[in-house]
């Protein structure tokens, strides 16, 4: 069964830098692309990033270039966001997700397993 924890959130002011980390078990963590999505308060959950299982491969959403980094260190079964100049728009619900291992196109749809969320408040 897939577990994945995520941790890292807290309150944050804004223009500073943020590290969640996602620790996953429970699959082969280095067959899995991971991604991070987000939830702001009464809002869709949005795909930030997402990884390819060797790390070599990386899709970020277009709005999201340049001020996040995805990484993952699969000796730690961990995968990584850096959040950099935060914003109070950055206030949300911040979730990985894992893909199935057939899957590697990076492609938001291919998520489907979830964590429970670290929750990250930016004060302005």
């Known amino acids: 069964q897939v577990l994945l924890i995520e941790s890292g959130g807290g309150l944050v002011q804004a223009g500073g830098s943020l590290r969640l980390s996602c620790v996953g078990s429970?699959?082969?963590?280095?067959?899995?692309?991971m991604a991070w999505f987000r939830q702001a308060p009464g809002k869709e959950r949005d795909f930030l990033a997402a990884?390819?299982?060797?790390?070599?491969?990386?899709n970020y959403a277009d709005s999201m270039k340049g001020r996040f980094t995805i990484s993952r260190d699969n000796a730690k079964n961990t995968v990584y966001l850096e959040i950099y100049s935060l914003k109070p728009e950055d206030t949300a619900v911040y979730y990985c997700?894992?893909?199935?291992?057939?899957?590697?196109?990076?492609?938001?749809?291919?998520?489907?397993?979830w964590g429970q969320g670290t929750h990250v408040t930016v004060s302005s």
């Open positions: 997700s894992a893909s199935p291992p057939w899957k590697t196109a990076l492609s938001p749809a291919d998520f489907g397993s």
């Open positions: 429970g699959f082969t963590f280095s067959d899995a692309a």
């Open positions: 990884i390819s299982g060797n790390g070599e491969r990386t």
